[in-house]
Every structure is written in C-alpha cells, then in structure tokens.
C-alpha cells in the first residue's frame, strides 16, 4: 500500500487494492468507512484509531456471541442426548411397575374410596415403541435447531444426529436396565 502510494496512485485506490489483496470483507467494509471518513475531510489518524478501537471491540462481541451460542448447543445437546431418554426410560420402567403391581391386587367392589384402581389398558410394549419414537423424534429436530443455532443452517446440525441417537439410545436402555434390576428387587 505504502509503495503504491509512493509511486503515484491515491490514497483511496492503494486502500481499495489493500483490501482487495486480503480478502477481509470486514477489511473491505472498514476500508471503504476509512475512505468516506477521508473524502469528508476526517483526520486519517484519527480515523484510523477509531477503526481499530471499534474492530477490537467487535472482536470481543462476537466472541461473547460465540461462547453465548457453544452454551445453547450443549445444553440442547445434553438435554435431548441425556435427560429426554432418561426420563423416557424413568417412565416406562414406572409403566412397567405399576401395571405389574396393579395386576397383583384384587378388585374391591364394596369399599368406596375417592379413587379407584383399575387396570391399564395401554400396552407396555406401545409405552416402549412411543418412547423411542420420540427419542429418535426429538433428536431428528435437536440436531436441526443445533445446526440452525450454531451454523444458521438447520442441514448443518445433521452432523449431530448420529452422535445424538447413539448417546440417546444408550441412555434409554441404560436407565431401563439400572432400573428394572432396582424395581425387580424391590418388588420380590
């Protein structure tokens, strides 16, 4: 920039071909600031000043916005990787439970109480397909707020999916065997 200055072309052209040699659009874009400063008879180093001064402060902005952005991914992560399936587990173990239990105790037609106890009539096996059909749901839709979050495109967060089947999967059986081994020594 110096040397083209030096042999005779403007200032505004030396800037312009400068930004154009790093390929910045934000050096392009306060390239273009630092011009109209110039033709509006601002001081170029003050103007200079400025720029950095504002350059390093939207440095620090976008780097707030990016930590901001990391915590909302992995809480999404974390909450439908871990704490949906869990809970999904959790219930169909507490299905499990008090279907068993429910089946165990006899009818009393005599006695009235402000409640009554009566059979399920939803199957555990459709408790168990329901809860990994919203697992393999929720994390389908997770992983699309994840790449929309992060990237600003929902087909970039696709790359999470695997990651969040596995994990979440894993989880659900996980907390269904834990579980079922507790509850069938609870209730021997």
Sequence with gaps: TGREIATGKSMETALLNMAKRIGSEKIQKTTLLIISGMRAGGNLATLLEQTGTNMREMDFVEKKAASNVLMYVIFIFVAVA????????????????????????PEAESVTLPFTLSTISVSVTFIKYFALTFIVVIDILAALVLGLVSKGEEKEGLKYLPALLIIGLVVFFGVRIILSGVMAGLLQ
Excluded: D
């Design 82 to 105: 871990v704490g949906a399936p869990a809970l999904f587990g959790l219930s169909t173990i507490l299905v499990e439970t008090l279907t068993t239990l429910l089946a165990g105790i």
